[in-house]
């Protein structure tokens, strides 16, 4: 095995390879989230999808890895584990985190390779002239865990798991750093169509704020609203993955 395919390894996960896609889908977590958050998607999409899903330094088989804690250097170090992967075109999905992580990566992908992208979905994530720096990851373990309950998408019960909240603060409390130390360019328009997605009660992100996203591309943008919160997409996942493959113009 090669150096480029060892590296892609370390970041991709492929859960059902699919010899016979015509597009690839580029899947990013939320904050502490790991790639199988995504690992259902893949037996759901149509044979023209493959799904890769990215796995951040510093959970699950990468837990002994440090996290990443610069906006600049996650998306640089992913957009060079796809750019040679680009003999089919490529999609990005993001959730929350992941979709300012995945928009970074487009960023550097368009400019390095001068063409778009087959699309970039951006979920649960307010667009670049409404991000909100932060300090939650300079408070107390006590505060910034109970910020994890608060937004949902974890077990209750694993929460109250004395060694998951041992293992998990240290990637919780990097993540928190890498959103909020986070300075998107503003004024920038991508040549890549977006789809936003936006859960109507999330007080994470607001419909009015993740419709802005429209600003940031030059090519067709689409808002669609879901009845929910921040984690929407898990009981939407039908209708999400409906969305996706109807806006990569697949059957």
Request: proline share 9%; net charge neutral; hydrophobic share 45%.
């Amino acid at each position: 095995m090669n150096e480029i395919d060892a590296t892609a390894r370390r970041w991709l996960r492929c859960y059902r390879p699919r010899p016979a896609a015509t597009v690839r889908l580029v899947c990013f977590p939320h904050a502490t989230g790991s790639a199988p958050f995504y690992r259902g998607w893949a037996g759901e999409l149509p044979d023209g999808v493959e799904l890769l899903a990215v796995q951040y330094p510093g959970r699950l088989d990468r837990i002994g890895e440090p996290p990443v804690t610069a906006m600049p250097m996650l998306a640089d170090m992913i957009a060079e584990v796809l750019a040679p992967r680009r003999d089919l075109p490529v999609a990005l999905f993001g959730h929350s985190m992941g979709a300012a992580v995945a928009y970074e990566v487009a960023r550097r992908l368009e400019r390095w390779h001068r063409e778009p992208l087959a699309h970039l979905f951006v979920s649960g994530r307010p667009a670049p002239c409404h991000h909100r720096p932060g300090s939650k990851h300079l408070g107390p373990d006590d505060d910034l865990w109970a910020e994890l309950r608060r937004l949902g998408g974890t077990d209750p019960a694993a929460l109250d798991n004395p060694q998951l909240r041992a293992a998990l603060l240290p990637t919780l409390r990097a993540d928190y750093r890498l959103v909020e130390s986070y300075r998107p360019v503003l004024g920038e328009r991508l040549a890549t169509p977006v789809s936003a997605l936006v859960g109507d009660a999330d007080t994470e992100a607001t419909v009015d704020e993740v419709a802005a996203w429209a600003g940031y591309t030059r090519a067709a943008f689409d808002l669609t609203v879901f009845a929910g919160d921040h984690f929407y997409l898990v009981p939407h996942r039908a209708k999400v993955l409906a969305g996706v493959i109807r806006s990569l113009g697949l059957p």
